[in-house]
């Protein structure tokens, strides 16, 4: 089979071969096209001439039913099967006796593979798995894409065609570039063994290295690398113990193949099964099922189970089932472009790591990794959810079109660097930075941004495999006041829990996690996380300004509770003859509704606050910023949280309180720009948003917006949105949205 040949003559080849072995008198490969059609590419036996002219629907006959069901099919008269469907130009009206099995690679469906005879031969099992170890070797020639031209004008092969995906969009930007499947597939060249008795004992050895493996993460519980959770690898072990599963495979085995051809043979199956499944839970366990097989390849083979990370080409566009966000920053960034991912859940981290990275995501694309080949060319598109696998020319070059546009606004943006950020009435509005990782603080210089209005320390955290020391943290705060030379920083103190979770750390049981024990009220119940992260600070800081503030306060009683820790730790340094910073503020983020109605006294404590709109609007409106059912239901342009916003800036600029909105609203033009009508001075927000603001703030009329609000947002009747409003003041104003 592997004879250097022109592809055409191999297949035809190829059928013959299998048709002499099967003892057949008729072999027919029909290969899956992009259009879900199977199409004709070899026969031995029936008429040659309707090679690339038959085309069965998935569905129809009885190889469109193979292929549909992605299972093998014998009969002893294939003309008395109600799926029969005759085609006269094959000639196959005098075979009886019918075998056909899917060819299948990762699950997926490439082809049927038929043999017939004239008698009523009903093939017996032994036969069945011959014919399938065949599909596995034709699977790879397809796969290979050495048939793309041989089909009918304007069809391709379905193994190799376009394939368009939708998931979520988890960072905006569109990356154009060649896929890099991050932990790569085997590819099983040897498949027919010599040594049946030694591909068991292959196997079992194997299967043991694999099962300590787990067992040695699940020990150590530094498993945040591949962005596993404890219970995948606990389902991990028990798949790795289940008798069905560890059967099939010896019985694959005995049919005469090797031990990854077992593996891969077993898996696949499982996977075409899975993916007709309906039950969601048994799709997920067949997903773990599917990582496990994965390593056992990889373990037979000898191969990494991670793309080494020189493997990342120009334009590098990874392509994981999970990643965790350390195993993101792996990659080299100058040549990182994309990032495509099939798991769905807990990925707040990784976003937040692409964003820093500048790097488009979408997460949630079923089976995407067993669709691609490294190598394949993939378009992301970070802001609406979608994926392109393969794209026709058209749709890449609408992409590479709209990727210049992008970067030509960009362009425009950096020439906005170094113009002040004000309105054309001459009031200032001051442009900090979100960050939380060392990769953020070029964005400074690049943007021109007046500071850091935000660094979520917790990122350290999230992305480590195991508790930051108290020396790796200083260290950490100490790289970020030297890369950020003379503008302000606030440091927010560790805000976890909820979404935020740490692999090291014991989950938590809660029901509800975003109203349950996080950020400030974990720093108050174990002091020593916030004492330690505290003397790291104080530290890093020496000799200069240091800002804190606290996440998720409810009360002026646990402020207080949190700055006499920070006085406590001061105290510690100071009695230590340890440099201090020059200054010490200490601010709140005002997150919790409960300090709406507290505001005056907590303006009057604070030295700052810092509106986390995000979880702001989450909880006045009581609904979960990370339930896609419910997160975009309320507008944070209605009344109510308007309302709210402008209370807390009137009466923090009442009481001399400096007042900054870090969450998203603040970095989207149109938001922004309310929040400037409403009277605030400062806005903390991605690198990306920091041109667009700018562009927005340079252009408005601030005294004429806010008026026009406030009778707005006093205007009788039911509460609308005021983003029509606020739309059409910026266009009637030529303010760039
Ligand atoms: C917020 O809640 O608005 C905020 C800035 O904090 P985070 O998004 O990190 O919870
Ligand atoms: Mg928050």
Not at 33 to 60: F, I, P, Q, S, W
Not at 445 to 458: H, K, P, Q, V
Not at 546 to 554: D, G, H, K, S, Y
Request: charged share 25%.
């Amino acid at each position: 089979m592997a004879e250097p040949a022109p592809a055409q003559a191999r297949l035809d080849r190829i059928v013959v071969l299998i048709a002499s072995n099967m003892v057949s008198e008729v072999c027919s490969l029909y290969v899956m096209r992009a259009d879900k059609t199977l199409e004709l590419y070899a026969t031995e036996g029936l008429n040659r001439a309707a090679v690339h002219l038959t085309t069965m629907r998935a569905g129809e006959g009885l190889v469109g039913l193979i292929a549909q069901n992605a299972e093998p099919l014998a009969l002893s008269d294939a003309q008395a099967h109600p799926s029969f469907s005759y085609r006269p130009e094959t000639g196959e009206e005098i075979y009886h006796g019918f075998l056909g099995v899917p060819v299948l690679r990762a699950g997926n469906t490439l082809g049927v593979l038929v043999v017939q005879n004239r008698t009523h031969r009903l093939y017996a099992e032994d036969e069945v798995e011959a014919l399938q170890t065949t599909a596995m070797v034709v699977a790879e020639l397809i796969a290979s894409g050495e048939l793309q031209s041989l089909g009918q004008p304007g069809t391709q092969p379905a193994a190799r065609g376009p394939v368009h995906c939708r998931g979520v969009a988890l960072a905006d930007g569109v990356g154009l570039g060649h896929a890099v499947l991050h932990e790569p597939r085997v590819v099983v060249r040897n498949i027919i063994a010599t040594d049946i008795d030694a591909e068991v004992i292959r196997l079992d050895a194997a299967l043991a290295a694999v099962r300590i493996s787990i067992d040695a993460m699940l020990e150590r519980g530094d498993i945040a690398h591949g962005g596993e959770h404890r219970d995948v690898l606990e389902t991990f072990r028990m798949f790795a113990h289940d008798q069905g599963w560890l059967r099939r495979m010896g019985d694959a085995i005995r049919t005469g193949i090797t031990a990854e051809a077992a593996v891969e043979r077993v898996q696949s199956d499982s996977r075409a099964k899975m993916m007709r499944s309906t039950d969601p839970y048994l799709r997920d366990r067949l997903h773990d099922l599917d990582d496990l097989a994965n390593r056992l390849l990889h373990q037979l083979v000898g191969q990494d189970l991670v793309a080494p990370r020189d493997a990342l080409p120009e334009n590098g566009i990874i392509v994981a089932r999970a990643l965790g966000p350390a195993a993101l920053l792996d990659y080299d960034r100058s040549r990182l472009r994309g990032l495509v991912l099939e798991e769905g859940g807990q990925t707040s981290h990784i976003a937040i790591v692409a964003r820093a990275l500048g790097i488009p995501v979408v997460s949630g694309v079923e089976g995407v990794a067993a669709t691609v080949e490294t190598g394949d060319a993939i378009i992301v598109d970070g802001a609406a959810g979608e994926v392109q696998i393969r794209p026709p020319a058209d749709v890449e070059s609408a992409y590479a079109e709209k990727a210049r546009l992008r970067a030509r606004r960009q362009a425009q943006y950096r020439l906005l660097r170094d113009e002040p950020s004000v309105t054309r009435d001459g009031v200032r509005v001051a442009l900090q930075l979100n960050a939380g990782l060392l990769v953020d603080l070029p964005h400074l210089a690049e943007t021109g941004a007046s500071g850091i209005g935000l660094f979520r320390t917790e990122l350290q955290f999230m992305i480590a495999e195991r508790m930051p020391t108290a020396k790796e943290q200083q260290a950490l705060y100490a790289s970020v006041f030297e890369a950020a030379g003379d503008v302000p920083i606030t440091f927010r103190s560790l805000d976890i829990g909820g979404d935020k979770l740490l692999p090291y750390m014991p989950r938590v049981e809660e029901e509800n996690p975003a109203l349950g024990w996080r950020a400030i009220r974990i720093a108050l119940d174990r002091p020593a996380l916030l004492r330690v992260q505290a003397r790291a600070l104080l530290r890093a800081a020496s000799g200069r300004h240091l800002r804190i503030m606290f996440p998720m306060v409810a009360t002026t009683a646990e402020f207080e509770q949190a700055r006499r820790l920070v006085a406590g730790e001061v105290a510690y340094l100071r009695q230590h003859g340890i440099a201090l910073p020059s200054r010490l503020s200490l601010g709140i983020m005002v997150e919790v509704p409960s300090l709406l109605f507290e505001i005056d006294e907590i303006a009057e404590q604070a030295d700052f606050l810092s509106v986390g709109s995000n979880d702001l609007m989450q909880f006045l409106f009581a609904a979960d910023r990370g339930n896609r059912l419910v997160a975009d239901r309320f507008d944070a342009l209605t009344r109510a949280p308007l309302r709210a916003l402008r209370h807390v800036i009137a009466r923090a600029d009442r009481a001399g309180c400096p007042v900054t909105v870090c969450g998203e609203m603040a970095g989207r033009p149109l938001e922004a720009m309310a929040l400037v009508g409403l009277g605030l001075r400062s806005l903390s927000m991605s690198a990306a948003s920091v041109g667009p603001v700018k562009a927005m703030v340079m252009a408005l009329d601030r005294e004429r917006l806010a008026t026009a609000l406030s009778c707005e947002l006093e205007r009788p009747g039911p509460a609308e949105s005021l983003r029509p409003f606020l739309a059409d003041f910026a266009e009637r104003s030529g303010v760039p949205l």
